[in-house]
Structures are given as structure tokens and as C-alpha cells.
């Protein structure tokens, strides 16, 4: 695999909770402002799922990255191998 394969993993979770977070606690805050207006209630509620939102889809696309490039790794592995049990014995020493 290659070198930062599992930092990336590991760096998108980090960022994904703290866009969850994110859209938690301004989902929170909604609450005191629903007193104040129903509509700018309902504009700070959909910013804070739109935040819960975008940061599990853009960890969905992350994911599926590296495994795409997990997939490559496994295939040219795959490859060099089968190329290796196929030689021919007299190249062989």
C-alpha cells in the first residue's frame, strides 16, 4: 500500500467527526434561534445537516479512493506474480 494510505484513512475520520460536530453543535444553537425567528430557525438547522451531511459523503468519497487504489495495488501485484510464476526455466538461473 502506499506510504500515507492509512494516514489519509485515518486523517479523513478525524476531519468527518469534526464536521459532525460541527453540524451538532450548530444544530444546538438552532434552538435558541427558533425562538427569535421560525425561518432563521430553519436556515441555521439546514447549514448544520448540510454540515453532517457533506462531511459523511466526503468521507464516502475518500473511502472509495483508496479502496479504488487499494484495488490497483492488489491487480499489479496480482500481475508481477503471475508473470514471475510464468517465466520459462532456461531464463531462470
Not at 506510504?3 to 444546538?28: E, H
Not at 425567528?37 to 472509495?64: K, Q, W
Request: proline share 2%; glycine share 8%; net charge positive.
Amino acid at each position: 500500500m502506499p506510504k500515507l494510505y492509512a494516514f489519509v484513512r485515518v486523517a479523513s475520520q478525524i476531519v468527518a467527526a469534526l464536521g459532525c460536530i460541527t453540524g451538532l453543535v450548530t444544530l444546538y444553537a438552532t434552538l435558541k434561534l427558533f425562538r427569535l425567528s421560525f425561518m432563521l430557525g430553519m436556515a441555521e438547522a439546514a447549514m448544520g445537516v448540510f454540515f453532517i451531511v457533506g462531511s459523511l459523503i466526503v468521507l464516502g468519497l475518500i473511502y472509495g479512493f483508496l479502496a479504488i487504489v487499494k484495488a490497483q495495488v492488489d491487480i499489479r501485484n496480482a500481475t508481477v506474480l503471475s508473470m514471475h510464476m510464468t517465466e520459462s526455466p532456461k531464463n531462470v538461473q
